[in-house]
């Protein structure tokens, strides 16, 4: 699965999800696979926020558990700079002044001219130099409120 850490708890059924009060999840899924694992049971879901990772983001028709929420959490949000600006990326749905990650990753490549892609293995020397970079150019993580 992953990082063993106390708080943590990894599984491969969906309806695992609403024994926790927080889940994350990061695969694209038919939507009726959600709907299945989060039909109501009869049993109260302690499920209060789906964190989602997952790229495109597709929301998930919670309309018969409201009670959760439902947060894209894959994206990075801009401020006008001269580097990117504007709707730049409005085939992937999300809202103007933010992009996804890997698409930043791929500016990034191109700006500091290196001959890898975003995609694959990470670079653990690399990441903090690049993020400290992108942060240089208007990027940052997303605010969330919930």
Same mark, same amino acid.
């Given at each position: @699965?992953?990082?063993?850490?106390?708080?943590?708890?990894?599984?491969?059924?969906?309806s695992d999800m609403l024994n926790y009060r927080v889940a994350i999840v990061g695969k694209m899924l038919a939507p009726k696979q959600y709907n299945k694992a989060l039909k109501p049971t009869?049993?109260?879901a302690k499920t209060r926020l789906i964190l989602d990772y997952t790229v495109p983001f597709i929301p998930? /028709?919670?309309t018969h558990r409201r009670e959760i929420? @439902?947060?894209q959490i894959g994206i990075l949000a801009t401020s006008r700079n001269t580097l990117i600006e504007g709707h730049y990326d409005i085939c992937?749905?999300? /809202?103007? /002044?933010?992009?996804?990650p890997c698409h930043m990753g791929c500016i990034l490549n191109m700006v500091e001219q290196r001959e890898t892609n975003e995609t694959g293995d990470i670079n653990l020397d690399d990441v903090?130099?690049?993020w400290n970079r992108a942060k240089g150019y208007g990027i940052r993580n997303k605010s969330l409120s919930y």
């Amino acid at each position: @699965h992953g990082i063993k850490l106390p708080n943590v708890t990894y599984s491969s059924d969906l309806s695992d999800m609403l024994n926790y009060r927080v889940a994350i999840v990061g695969k694209m899924l038919a939507p009726k696979q959600y709907n299945k694992a989060l039909k109501p049971t009869g049993n109260d879901a302690k499920t209060r926020l789906i964190l989602d990772y997952t790229v495109p983001f597709i929301p998930i /028709d919670l309309t018969h558990r409201r009670e959760i929420r @439902h947060i894209q959490i894959g994206i990075l949000a801009t401020s006008r700079n001269t580097l990117i600006e504007g709707h730049y990326d409005i085939c992937m749905s999300h /809202d103007q /002044d933010h992009i996804y990650p890997c698409h930043m990753g791929c500016i990034l490549n191109m700006v500091e001219q290196r001959e890898t892609n975003e995609t694959g293995d990470i670079n653990l020397d690399d990441v903090e130099r690049l993020w400290n970079r992108a942060k240089g150019y208007g990027i940052r993580n997303k605010s969330l409120s919930y």
